[in-house]
């Protein structure tokens, strides 16, 4: 019995040794779900494992203590995905072609396309801009991650001539710029649009991280991904190019996924409290920065932020960073490293006895798209000084975050690249718009913004002071007109 048990709880469940068979893996989200022997032999590969070590929402568990789910877990999710929608397509239009080998590189890129999160996720790319390299992403890492997991694991037998390109392709690349196997998948471009839909936004990625973060939050997800993804068919559209398209009743369970983002965003990803962590953290991280050293593959020592330059620094990385700052020994010789480790120390104290920046004061719906958070703050410091009179706060206490809530197309509408067909002519691919679906449903306008302003400081006074000059900046903002509210 006691062996049972521990057979029906373990995460893997290798069925037999036949190479042939498959592996169950007991899912909190999909259930059971079946991964192929070569798939195996990819997650368990150190720069997989690593992604057991980063939390798939950063920091969120500050405000939702469940929400300690990790990108390894997602990454598993998004490959099950993957094959499922693949062979969905495959069932439903053999016409398409669609291989084995297909299906294996769009569930190797499913299951690779998270390798390039640092500590926290996002934080950390955010931490890598201030600190460093303001154009960096993280899919650039995934992309190197891939390259180094195939040579380091000796994993190169596993694909054929050019699957290894396609395979980052599928990961991260640009419409017009791909090389694929062949010449760009000519005939296969719908492959594409399964893991990172650039033109939509709509791919599997996102249908297993919504159900998955709203699993963890506690959240109720209206988005049903297992209908939609039976309603896909593959056309050829206006460009002469085969995409995925939906069936013209699927448009409302589509916007829903949309709005679950949005709400995802807004009360979880974004969440004022989340987002004074968020800051925290990254403060300490570049505090510590230059202290906190990492051996790379070549023996040399990287910073946390010049990490992104080797892999094998990076790849060693993991929320556990934040211990390595906690526990940091100082050398009592060195006063500018005493200085910056005692202050990314402190935060860190901070944040675990709950004394967090503080929200003083937000604007709703800022319309200003030319206005940084840097200049706001230096525009409300400057209005301290006149207002309230010098040294009432300084630059150095307060923060300013933009908080950007759309769609996932910024200001555009993520549905005007998309196709549908009709139950009467379901092999015709007709351009959406704003008449097939429900007007109470679809917004007028795709993207809003919130200005919050959080003061670092601890002092009571400094608070006060800073959220008077912060009306005060707002009272002086153009008022947006009618016409641009309803845009």
């Given at each position: 019995m006691k062996n049972m048990m521990n057979n029906l709880f373990s995460e893997i469940d290798v069925m037999d040794n036949d190479s042939s068979q498959s592996v169950t893996i007991n899912d909190c989200v999909h259930g059971h779900i079946q991964l192929s022997r070569d798939l195996i032999k990819i997650v368990d590969t150190p720069q997989i494992q690593r992604l057991r070590d980063l939390k798939q929402l950063g920091l969120a568990s500050y405000v939702y203590p469940g929400a300690t789910h990790t990108r390894f877990a997602h990454c598993i999710g998004v490959c099950h995905l993957a094959g499922t929608f693949m062979r969905q397509l495959y069932n439903c239009q053999p016409e398409l072609g669609i291989t084995e080998r297909d299906i294996f590189c769009v569930q190797v890129a499913g299951l690779c396309h998270d390798l390039g999160h640092g500590p926290f996720?996002?934080?950390?790319?955010?931490?890598?801009?201030?600190?460093?390299?303001?154009?960096?992403?993280?899919?650039?890492?995934?992309?190197?991650?891939?390259?180094?997991?195939?040579?380091?694991?000796?994993?190169?037998?596993?694909?054929?001539?050019?699957?290894?390109?396609?395979?980052?392709?599928?990961?991260?690349?640009?419409?017009?710029?791909?090389?694929?196997?062949?010449?760009?998948?000519?005939?296969?471009?719908?492959?594409?649009?399964?893991?990172?839909?650039?033109?939509?936004?709509?791919?599997?990625?996102?249908?297993?991280?919504?159900?998955?973060?709203?699993?963890?939050?506690g959240f109720s997800n209206m988005f049903d991904h297992k209908r939609f993804m039976l309603m896909a068919r593959v056309l050829r559209c206006e460009d002469n190019k085969l995409h995925i398209c939906y069936k013209d009743k699927e448009l409302e369970n589509l916007i829903v996924m949309f709005q679950t983002r949005f709400t995802l965003h807004l009360f979880a990803y974004k969440h004022s409290v989340v987002s004074a962590v968020d800051k925290m953290v990254c403060d300490a991280f570049l505090h510590a920065d230059e202290y906190i050293l990492t051996q790379g593959d070549d023996n040399?020592?990287?910073?946390?932020?010049?990490?992104?330059?080797?892999?094998?620094?990076?790849?060693?990385?993991?929320?556990?960073?934040?211990?390595?700052?906690?526990?940091?020994?100082?050398?009592?010789?060195?006063?500018?490293?005493?200085?910056?480790?005692?202050?990314?120390?402190?935060?860190?104290?901070?944040?675990?006895?709950?004394?967090?920046?503080?929200?003083?004061?937000?604007?709703?719906?800022?319309?200003?798209?030319?206005?940084?958070?840097?200049?706001?703050?230096?525009?409300?410091?400057?209005?301290?000084?006149?207002?309230?009179?010098?040294?009432?706060?300084?630059?150095?206490?307060?923060?300013?975050?933009?908080?950007?809530?759309?769609?996932?197309?910024?200001?555009?509408?993520?549905?005007?690249?998309?196709y549908v067909y009709t139950k009467q002519e379901p092999n015709k691919a007709v351009r959406f718009n704003r008449d097939m679906v429900s007007q109470l449903l679809l917004p007028k306008i795709f993207c809003e913004r919130i200005v919050r302003v959080y003061c670092k400081a601890e002092d009571k006074d400094k608070k006060k002071d800073m959220k008077k000059a912060a009306e005060k900046w707002e009272e002086q903002l153009p008022k947006a007109t009618d016409a641009e509210q309803s845009k």
């Open positions: 996720s996002h934080m950390f790319e955010e931490a890598v801009k201030e600190g460093c390299k303001k154009d960096w992403r993280h899919e650039q890492a995934s992309l190197k991650l891939f390259a180094k997991m195939v040579e380091d694991s000796k994993l190169g037998d596993l694909f054929q001539d050019g699957e290894i390109n396609f395979i980052k392709e599928l990961i991260h690349s640009k419409e017009g710029q791909r090389t694929g196997r062949n010449g760009g998948e000519e005939n296969k471009e719908f492959l594409y649009e399964i893991i990172s839909n650039e033109r939509t936004g709509i791919d599997v990625d996102k249908f297993d991280y919504f159900a998955r973060d709203c699993h963890a939050l040399e020592f990287y910073s946390l932020t010049k990490s992104i330059e080797n892999m094998g620094a990076f790849g060693r990385l993991s929320d556990s960073v934040l211990h390595r700052i906690r526990d940091y020994q100082l050398n009592e010789e060195d006063d500018d490293q005493k200085k910056k480790i005692k202050a990314a120390q402190l935060l860190v104290e901070r944040i675990a006895e709950r004394r967090l920046y503080t929200l003083v004061h937000s604007v709703k719906n800022y319309k200003q798209e030319d206005m940084t958070g840097e200049r706001i703050e230096e525009a409300i410091v400057d209005l301290g000084e006149k207002e309230l009179g010098k040294e009432k706060f300084e630059g150095k206490d307060i923060y300013v975050q933009i908080a950007q809530f759309d769609f996932g197309m910024k200001s555009e509408n993520p549905l005007k690249e998309l």
